[in-house]
């Protein structure tokens, strides 16, 4: 069974950074798209950022040249480079996994990040 755990979030203050990981377990990672959504306080789910195996990337347009994704096979970790953060990144980022060939998707339970000073 596929598993995702999410780890890195925390508090920090507006224009400060944070590293967010996904951990994968029970699949090989390198057969998923990768992403990361958010959802803040009263808003609804949006996609933050995705990776394909071959390692292309797409971003949501507020997160662009501040935000970075990436992804290790080898440790079949997912993470997301936050920097230049804003009080309105607060969210809750939640990693996700799609296979490739039956198209399921997979859920992390998230990481709070709180951007405030």
């Known amino acids: 069974q596929v598993q995702l755990v999410e780890s890195g979030g925390g508090l920090v203050q507006p224009g400060g950074s944070l590293r967010l990981s996904c951990a994968a377990s029970?699949?090989?990672?390198?057969?998923?798209?990768m992403g990361w959504y958010r959802q803040g306080p009263e808003k609804q789910r949006e996609l933050v950022a995705t990776?394909?195996?071959?390692?292309?990337?797409n971003y949501t347009e507020s997160v662009k040249g501040r935000f970075a994704i990436s992804r290790l096979n080898a440790k079949n970790t997912v993470y997301l480079q936050m920097n230049s953060l804003k009080p309105e990144d607060t969210a809750v980022y939640l990693c996700?996994?799609?296979?490739?060939?039956?198209?399921?998707?997979?859920w992390g339970k998230g990481t709070l990040v709180t951007v405030s000073s």
């Open positions: 029970g699949t090989i990672l390198s057969l998923y798209v």
């Open positions: 996700y996994a799609k296979n490739i060939f039956t198209r399921m998707d997979y």
């Open positions: 990776i394909t195996s071959a390692g292309s990337t």
